[in-house]
């Protein structure tokens, strides 16, 4: 294929694309296939001769369609969203074009300085402490994973190094083995499987912070104190825990004295030196509007902490963001300088060689889908994606509300949105009455739904 056929097939190829999610709703969502479906429909070796790239095309709804399950159908309830978005599509063909590897900055320098940008862009959405954000001089940053749990194993392995070399700073004699096998990493028992894969692939006990004293599936600081004082006991050395953020941060006041916050798990994180990790894989990207935001409080307690715009932001798989408080704690943990990787700038200390972030040496130049998502969209239509309704629609279904005079309520403002507040005010209130009322309040919405946009 030379340039002029590539011309011709890639505007074959989009029209494709186009027309795919377009009808996409025509097609089953689930896949009706038996194991093993696709290797009778095509040969069992590779052409020895070229085949044409009509023959390709035309395998697409015969080999390969049948058996996709479609992800991006309106249809669609499973597992969780995972993002969707034309300019993150243009941006990932540009990314295929460009084909760059950029393992270190001298490889490629748009590719390590977008993604440092795009990180600061996007951490700044998220209102993250100053810590995280790497500016020109920052100790902090940001860095482009390919999962969430790539994420959660490369915050264990840096605490992991961190821990032993806190360890062996007082204790030269000690030997290192000696350490990593004392090394205990916890999680609540809420905590998605990555984490445990995380302590299998990390070599280090992995234990279960049991949450059934908190109705919110939280983790108590006082059941997290005793376990760690007990390991401690038993000569074991707590070094990592990696928490989903809403099961991390409660809210009650404890009697210990370092309990006494609204942090506590967190604060005990600080002061028994046990490197926090948030993994807000999928709730990360509600983070960008401000009345969701108070739900990562805390998080200037953390070491470090994820989300997965490939999943709520818009931008298509693959896209984890990772930042850490402190660059050195990773870059201490995966430094590998060979000769050929060397480059004139890397003592600068100005360029950032992310093959030191994580675990390959290759990355994709994927800050483009970013870019061209937060450009294309803006904050504030990112924000809109986030909320799926409008302030307008709010409105227009109180007025419709006290129009009907059969119920009343007053709006509020909270943090720029317009909320309709249902209180409780008669004596003479009961739960029919309620009940009513929320049939009027369905109704009514359902109808506004049916007639605005949204
Ligand atoms: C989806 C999800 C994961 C797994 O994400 P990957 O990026 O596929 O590893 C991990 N943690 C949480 C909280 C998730 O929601």
Redesign the pocket.
């Known amino acids: 294929m030379d340039a002029t056929e590539f011309r011709r097939r890639g505007k074959e190829m989009v029209d494709l694309i186009a027309d795919y999610l377009e009808n996409i709703e025509q097609r089953p969502v689930y896949p009706n296939v038996e194991p093993g479906y696709l290797r009778s429909l095509i040969p069992q070796e590779a052409p020895e001769e070229p085949d044409t790239y009509e023959d390709v095309v035309k395998d697409i709804e015969r080999v390969i369609m049948p058996g996709v399950t479609h992800w991006h159908s309106p249809y669609f309830y499973a ?2 969203p995972t993002a969707s978005s034309f300019p993150a599509m243009l941006a990932d063909m540009l990314s295929g074009a460009i084909g760059c590897i950029g393992f270190s900055w001298a490889a490629s320098p748009a590719c390590t300085e977008l993604e440092t940008v795009m990180m600061d862009w996007l951490g700044k959405m998220l209102k993250l402490p100053e810590e995280f954000i790497a500016g020109t001089h920052g100790q902090g940053g940001g860095v482009i994973q ?7 194993l490369v915050a264990l392995l840096a605490a992991r190094s961190r821990t032993v070399r806190i360890i062996l700073a007082n204790d030269p004699q000690r030997p290192e083995t000696d350490i990593t096998s004392k090394l205990v990493a916890y999680a609540s028992d809420q ?2 499987c ?1 984490v445990e894969r995380a302590g299998m692939i990390g070599g280090v006990r992995m234990k279960k912070i049991p949450t059934k004293q908190s109705n919110k599936y939280a983790v108590h600081g006082e059941t997290f104190l005793k376990m760690i004082q007990e390991d401690k006991a038993a000569g074991l050395i707590p070094f990592y825990v990696r928490t ?1 953020h809403t099961t991390f941060f409660e809210r009650t006041k404890h009697t210990h004295p370092i309990l006494r916050t609204e942090h506590t798990p967190s604060i005990l994180c600080n002061a028994e030196q046990i490197w926090m990790h948030i ?5 990360g990207s509600s983070f960008i509007c401000p009345e969701f935001r108070p739900l990562l409080n805390g998080i200037e307690f953390a070491d470090s902490f994820n989300f ?1 715009p ?2 709520w932001l818009l931008v298509n798989f ?1 896209c ?1 963001t990772m930042w850490v408080r402190d660059r050195s704690d990773l870059i201490g943990a995966f430094k590998m300088d060979p000769l050929y990787l060397k480059h004139d700038h890397q003592e600068s200390g100005l360029i950032t060689d992310y093959r030191h972030w994580q675990i390959p040496l290759g990355r994709r130049f994927r800050s483009l889908k970013m870019w061209f998502v937060f450009r294309m969209y803006g904050l504030k239509g990112l924000q809109d994606y986030i909320r799926k309704g409008s302030n307008e629609m709010n409105e227009v279904l109180l007025k419709r509300i006290n129009n009907g005079k059969k119920i009343h309520l007053v709006p509020c403002q909270l943090s720029g949105q317009f909320v309709l507040r249902f209180a409780i005010c008669a004596r003479t209130t009961e739960s029919r009455h309620v009940r009513e009322a929320w049939r009027i309040i369905s109704q009514l919405a359902e109808e506004v739904m049916q007639e605005l946009p949204h």
């Open positions: 597992y969780f390919g999962t969430a749990s790539e994420a959660t905590a998605h990555s989903e993994d807000a894989a999928y709730a997965n490939h999943k693959d984890s």
